[in-house]
């Protein structure tokens, strides 16, 4: 399969090196600083799971390269659209096109804009980031995707395309649930990111302190009960079980939007947050805690311009 991969960033640039190291037909589609600098320095990869350098194909939007098997898409929400137009000319008939976002509304933009059944659902679990040289820094134990169809099926395309994932020094992970996955991740994301931004601080000093565990729970089940609201299709103790899991987490452990904030950078407020907020305010849901985490995500972005 020819897989393309747009940007080489923290996400996209760690799961499509390693597909690359495995030995995949793998092309980056970057910007043109981006190109120079792996052509210069090649993708590196610095991770706990094993270094790497490699020197990848990379196109720039608009270059000659015919239809690809698979795109993957990893951007942050904010650059969806132009992804999207940037990916246009490669999308053949039977291209699958596998988004790795947070949250859940970019799956009707991406339907909107191509063929829905082109459209295949997929997340991931990693933290990583990208130093002032363009090298790639995996840090988190967990560093797998998942994927499948919308409708569960085991698809031909699917079967193929798990064939082509596994093998990897990376988990990349064929589910057959993956619309319940997402909403599973979309609310733990959104909670985590949330209150970790809200407070200014890793996630230890918040669940120590002594409204910690209510308030993170409280948010859970906010945004569990607008998601139910809405039909999503997740677990009815998913709330408690994504309490244990932050209990799990590291001490000293941020949120890549909390990690944004403390640089300066946009945060995807309006597609986390403020999503289900609006849609529990349609729904007249009350969600106080969302209410005045969105509030100061927007709060936020309004100050940085």
């Given at each position: 399969m020819r897989i393309l991969v747009v940007g080489a960033g923290a996400i996209g640039g760690y799961f499509g090196g390693r597909l690359l190291e495995k030995g995949e037909d793998i092309t980056f589609l970057v910007r043109e600083n981006r190109q120079k600098q792996i052509q210069k320095n090649g993708l590196q990869i610095e991770s706990i799971h094993g270094n790497v350098t490699l020197q990848p194909k990379t196109i720039k939007s608009g270059d000659e390269a015919g239809p690809f098997d698979v795109i993957i898409l990893s951007t942050k929400q904010y650059h969806l659209e132009g992804a999207l137009e940037s990916i246009e000319p490669y999308v053949?008939?039977?291209?699958?096109?596998?988004?790795?976002?947070?949250?859940?509304?970019?799956?009707?933009?991406?339907?909107?804009?191509?063929?829905?059944?082109?459209?295949?659902?997929?997340?991931?679990?990693?933290?990583?980031?990208?130093?002032?040289?363009?090298?790639?820094?995996?840090?988190?134990?967990?560093?797998?995707?998942?994927?499948?169809?919308?409708?569960?099926?085991?698809?031909?395309r699917i079967e193929s395309l798990a064939e082509v994932m596994s093998g990897t020094k990376t988990?990349?992970?064929?589910?057959?649930?993956?619309d319940r996955e997402m909403w599973h991740k979309y609310m733990f994301i959104t909670g985590f990111s949330g209150i970790?931004?809200?407070?200014?601080?890793?996630?230890?000093?918040?669940?120590?302190?002594?409204?910690?565990?209510?308030?993170?729970?409280?948010?859970?089940?906010?945004?569990?009960?607008?998601?139910?609201?809405?039909?999503?299709?997740?677990?009815?103790d998913i709330e408690e079980k994504h309490l244990k899991t932050t209990n799990l987490l590291s001490y000293d452990m941020k949120s890549s939007m909390q990690r944004d904030m403390e640089k300066g950078f946009d945060v995807e407020a309006d597609q986390l947050q403020g999503y289900l907020y609006k849609i529990g305010q349609e729904k007249g849901i009350e969600t106080p805690l969302l209410e005045i985490i969105y509030s100061n995500l927007k709060v936020y972005q309004a100050q940085r311009g």
């Amino acid at each position: 399969m020819r897989i393309l991969v747009v940007g080489a960033g923290a996400i996209g640039g760690y799961f499509g090196g390693r597909l690359l190291e495995k030995g995949e037909d793998i092309t980056f589609l970057v910007r043109e600083n981006r190109q120079k600098q792996i052509q210069k320095n090649g993708l590196q990869i610095e991770s706990i799971h094993g270094n790497v350098t490699l020197q990848p194909k990379t196109i720039k939007s608009g270059d000659e390269a015919g239809p690809f098997d698979v795109i993957i898409l990893s951007t942050k929400q904010y650059h969806l659209e132009g992804a999207l137009e940037s990916i246009e000319p490669y999308v053949g008939k039977d291209t699958m096109i596998l988004p790795l976002l947070n949250g859940y509304s970019h799956v009707d933009v991406i339907k909107s804009k191509f063929n829905p059944q082109n459209v295949i659902g997929g997340l991931c679990f990693i933290e990583s980031t990208l130093d002032s040289e363009g090298k790639i820094i995996q840090t988190s134990p967990s560093h797998r995707a998942l994927f499948g169809e919308f409708s569960g099926e085991r698809t031909n395309r699917i079967e193929s395309l798990a064939e082509v994932m596994s093998g990897t020094k990376t988990t990349i992970q064929l589910s057959d649930n993956i619309d319940r996955e997402m909403w599973h991740k979309y609310m733990f994301i959104t909670g985590f990111s949330g209150i970790t931004a809200l407070m200014r601080s890793a996630i230890g000093p918040i669940r120590e302190e002594q409204n910690g565990q209510k308030l993170i729970l409280n948010l859970y089940k906010e945004i569990g009960s607008v998601m139910r609201a809405i039909g999503a299709p997740i677990d009815q103790d998913i709330e408690e079980k994504h309490l244990k899991t932050t209990n799990l987490l590291s001490y000293d452990m941020k949120s890549s939007m909390q990690r944004d904030m403390e640089k300066g950078f946009d945060v995807e407020a309006d597609q986390l947050q403020g999503y289900l907020y609006k849609i529990g305010q349609e729904k007249g849901i009350e969600t106080p805690l969302l209410e005045i985490i969105y509030s100061n995500l927007k709060v936020y972005q309004a100050q940085r311009g």
